[in-house]
C-alpha cells in the first residue's frame, strides 16, 4: 500500500533558527495536504498542494511540493514559541477518489 | 471550527469490555472518519463513512465496528477492547469530497487496562 514518511521524527531548535520537515511518498501523489497539531490538541489544516513544483507561503512557513510529486517540505523561518507542535503531511494517489494517508508526522519544540 | 463534538473525551476500560465512541456533527456532511494517533505512528485511518449505513475500512480496521444510522453521528465500537487499543481517536469530516481539507474533533483518549 502507500506510504508517507516524514524525517525527521524530531526536532529541537533554538527559538529564531530555521526548520525543515521532509515528507516522502513511495508513490506518486495528486495533492498534498499539511497539518500542524499543538500538544494536546488536534490536527488543524495548513494547507494543500496539487501541482508539480508548487511553492506556496503562509508568513514564515513555505511549503513545496516536489517536481515528481513525490516528495513535500515545510520550511519555517525564525521559529518561534507558538511553532511548537506536530506536522503531518498527507497525501492521496489519485485526488477525490481516495483517502488520504498520512506521515508519521515530525515533533518541533522550541529552546527559548 | 467544523462542529465536530467527541464523546467520551477520556475513558478507562478493561480489557474485554465493549467499548463506544461516538462522533457527532452539525453541517450534515457526507464524509466522516474515525482516525487512531499513536506515537510514532501518525494518524491511520480506522473506518470511514461517505453516507447514511455507507461505511468502508481504513487502514486499521481490525478489532473494530462502525455505525452511521444519521447523517450527524458516527459511531467507533470496540466489540471487546484489548491494549493495543489504547489510544487517542479522532473523529474527522471533509467539506468537500473525500481527499478535501479535513477538520477533526478534540479527540478522544482511551485506555485499556
Known amino acids: 500500500g502507500q506510504q508517507v514518511m516524514q524525517i525527521p521524527q524530531y526536532q529541537h531548535v533554538q527559538e529564531g533558527e530555521d526548520f525543515t520537515t521532509y515528507c516522502n511518498s513511495s508513490?506518486?501523489?495528486?495533492?498534498i495536504q499539511w497539518y500542524k497539531q499543538r500538544p494536546g490538541g488536534h490536527p488543524v489544516f495548513l494547507i494543500q498542494l496539487v501541482k508539480s513544483g508548487e511553492v506556496k507561503k503562509q508568513k514564515r512557513l513555505t511549503f513545496q511540493f516536489g517536481e515528481a510529486k513525490k516528495n513535500s517540505s515545510l520550511h519555517i523561518t525564525a521559529t518561534q514559541t507558538t511553532d511548537v507542535g506536530t506536522y503531518f503531511c498527507?497525501?492521496?494517489?489519485?485526488?477525490?477518489?481516495?483517502?488520504?494517508?498520512f506521515g508519521t508526522g515530525t515533533r518541533l519544540t522550541i529552546i527559548p | 471550527d467544523a462542529g465536530i463534538t467527541q464523546s467520551p473525551r477520556h475513558k478507562v476500560t478493561e480489557t474485554g469490555t465493549p467499548v463506544t465512541l461516538r462522533c457527532h456533527q452539525t453541517?450534515?456532511?457526507?464524509?466522516m472518519y474515525w482516525y487512531r494517533q499513536d506515537p510514532g505512528h501518525g494518524l491511520r485511518l480506522i473506518h470511514y463513512s461517505y453516507g447514511v449505513k455507507d461505511t468502508d475500512k481504513g487502514e486499521v480496521s481490525d478489532g473494530y465496528s462502525v455505525s452511521r444510522s444519521k447523517t450527524e453521528d458516527f459511531l467507533l465500537t470496540l466489540e471487546s477492547a484489548t491494549s493495543s487499543q489504547t489510544s487517542v481517536y479522532f473523529c474527522a469530516i471533509t467539506r468537500g469530497g473525500i481527499t478535501g481539507e479535513l477538520f477533526f474533533g478534540e479527540g478522544s483518549r482511551l485506555t485499556v487496562l
Open positions: 508513490t506518486t501523489l495528486s495533492n
Open positions: 453541517e450534515n456532511h457526507r464524509y
Open positions: 498527507a497525501g492521496s494517489r489519485d485526488f477525490g477518489n481516495e483517502k488520504l494517508t
